[in-house]
């Protein structure tokens, strides 16, 4: 399988705003149908996953991501993953089939349907998994890899995530070393791959 690597946006960017239908909209009580940053406004921290239901190297993490997430969500972090993939060459990145996801895995944070792709351009997302930190103020301060784990090579524990949540919340900065992401690429419609 052809492998992509995170793009690394730039420490101290802003995050880009978003509004997106859930899959899961029963996960908590932010309200609606849809979810984006503004509906989090007490978080200690953000992380970003963009995500999907095929892809080998999400399947690897999703339970450990699922812990991490129960973990650092009770110290006030919020997570929040996104499936930008096109849904007409993978079908089973659909928000249906989302939704069957996060039951199956009992996803603790709201899992939300990206279908024009813009969130994941204006994030400069590239692979999944691609996982951003944001501070309280929402402005950018880790991105890159889970762990150094890959499927088949050892068993994900999320230790890249954890120190620099770790680092942020006891520290108020991320100063270890940020190591690229890596896994399958965001399936693009036509047009919307990036440059």
Known sequence: MAVTESRMLSLGTAAPAFELPAANPEVDDAGGATRGLDDYPDAKAYVIVFSCNHCPYVKHIEDALVDVAE??????????????????????????????RASEKDF???????????????????????????????????????????????TAHGGDLTQALDELLEEGAVSMEQHPSMGCNIKWKAGNEPA
């Open 71 to 100: 973990t650092y969500q009770a110290r006030g972090v919020q997570f929040i993953a996104i499936c930008s993939n096109n849904t007409e060459t993978h079908p089973q990145d659909g928000i249906e089939h989302m939704a069957e």
């Open 108 to 154: 603790p944070f709201p899992y939300l349907r990206d279908d024009t792709q813009e969130v994941a351009q204006a994030y400069a997302a590239a692979c999944t998994p691609d996982l951003f930190v944001f501070d309280a103020n929402q402005e950018l301060v880790y991105r890159g890899r889970f762990d150094e784990t890959r499927p088949n090579k050892g």
